[in-house]
């Protein structure tokens, strides 16, 4: 079953009920990412894009953007290929692995919003598509950080979204795949469930 979501600039999109309920962690990524790069021949890589909903937003702030989001359920990649086409917007959304991936095009820009919650903490939703996007079973933060180290170019840069309570967790495994983190922004939510973005860049 399909909810309806109204974007800021007037366009509908659509989420799922089984899965990850889209929330103000995605509008926080597109500003701080549309504050903080300011080119505009931009190849840009969403690693898990889910429904698309911060691809769609950055290409319709952004519509000289090349925007690719990868996502690993089928299900979504075809509900985000929808939704681009109900907001009018261009990204392209594909079916891949973000630990086996390696374009042969390096991106100028990626970006993540992943999985927040470790595999064996808290409680894992009976609904498997919702488990995908709050847990790590399928990838963790290593798998997306050595994702990013394989796929960013030179130059470049990525936004990763996490809870700032993983905050020293990004930090250990961005040394392990040499990355350094650049600045950190934070966002203040409900009950103080602090969520932060990180800028990395190739160490």
């Known amino acids: 079953m399909l909810i309806p979501v109204q974007l800021p600039f007037n366009k509908t999109i659509y989420q799922t009920t089984d899965g990850h309920s889209i929330t103000s962690d ?9 504050d903080r790069i300011l080119r505009k021949n931009i190849h840009l890589l969403e690693l898990g894009s889910g429904n698309g909903v911060i691809s769609i937003m950055l290409s319709h702030y952004h519509p000289v953007w090349k925007i690719t989001g990868i996502e690993i359920q089928k299900q979504l ?13 261009s990204p392209i959304f594909i079916e891949a692995d973000l ?6 095009q390096k991106f100028d820009l990626i970006i993540s919003n992943p999985p927040y919650f470790p595999k064996d903490t808290g409680k894992i939703s009976p609904m498997r ?17 050595e994702c990013v180290k394989r796929n960013l170019k030179k130059g470049g840069s990525a936004f990763i979204l996490y809870p ?40």
């Open 129 to 145: 598509e919702r488990a995908i996007s709050r847990h790590e079973t399928l990838c963790n933060m290593l798998d997306v950080l």
């Open 99 to 104: 630990r086996s991936l390696t374009s042969s």
């Open 26 to 34: 995605s509008a926080f990524l597109v500003k701080t990412i549309s």
């Open 77 to 89: 990649v075809k509900l985000s290929k929808d939704n681009a086409k109900k907001s009018e917007t």
């Open 164 to 203: 700032q309570n993983r905050e020293h967790d990004i930090d250990d495994f961005a040394k392990k795949v040499d990355l350094k983190a650049m600045k950190k922004f934070v966002l203040d939510s409900k009950k103080n469930k602090k969520k932060i973005i990180v800028e990395l860049v190739h160490a």
